[in-house]
């Protein structure tokens, strides 16, 4: 693939992402600036089209035309207070009072009660469409807003995660995606709570660096990273609507990981949308684009949506896609899933 995309420059640096090695800009989390011509033209897969177009070939299970890569980043499993006082203030406007007192009061049954802890629910959800996710975890402590939580206290619900099916990943400390030691570490306190290995990684903030975050990451031991997407957008980073191993211009040399480029989160999306009508209809074409090319979309939807009163209409639309994409005849699946096949069958 490398070979065939080098005999086009444009579409060369565009999927190595040669402007990220030099940054003019960056923004307040030292992440990669990208102009507004970079974000137009983002809905558009151009590499991955160029690549089908001179031959590339895939193929997916049960002769599937395309895939949905479902993501979670666990980012919280109990409310800030500002959480629950608006899912409260949200409950009192449609005259839910019972809803209203839960959302404000369920620290007094234990933790165990948070609304956060709603892996299940999310499960149960997907399970209707045949699907199956990626649940990112945190083990960091440091982190520029609270601690977020510690992963020992909620070993059942990864229990409970890893023996239906879904896949339980890493979410990489906001201080660790420069530091080879911090996301080793992390890994492991993951693996010692989960009681197996972890291959896929997703970065807290969406921090990365191109290209030294994959090399620290395929070093580190992972298989897969899905950090590699727009914060402040939607669309395709470096063109692609698949999945790749990245080329690192440095060394001259493919780096040994599969990035699974991120292409929808729910936070972008809505800041970016004027109405649900507008992120359903951006959220479909990107789907339809992919599906025209045999692709992989992957989805980034936090797990507090689920149980957050102010954030229905993002839970409504994340319903909708799975409806859409399993009338499409999609393989809807974990990042896992799509890492092992794409590792083993392409």
Known sequence: MHELLMQNQ?????FTRKEEYSPKKLDEHQRFLFSEEDLRNASEPVVSRYLIKHG????FPENKSFAVCLTHDVDDIYPPLSHSLLSSVYSLKRLDLKGSVDQLMWKLRGAGYSPYLNFSKIMDIEAKFG???????ITAEADPVRLRYDIEDIEDHL???S???WEIGLHGGYYSYNSLEKIKQE???LEAALGRKVIGFRNHYLRFKTPDSWEILADAGFGYDSTFGHRYSIGFRNGMCHPFNPYNLNTGKEIDILEIPLVIMDVALFATSKSFEEAWERTKNLIDITASLNGVITLLWHNFVFSCEFRKDWARLYEKVLHYCYGKRAWITSGEEIYRWWRDGV
């Open 10 to 14: 444009d579409i060369w640096d565009l």
């Open 56 to 59: 590339m070939q895939v193929e």
């Open 131 to 137: 699907a199956k996710s990626s649940f990112y975890f």
């Open 159 to 161: 229990g409970e995660i």
């Open 163 to 165: 023996d239906r099916g």
């Open 187 to 189: 890994k492991e306190r």
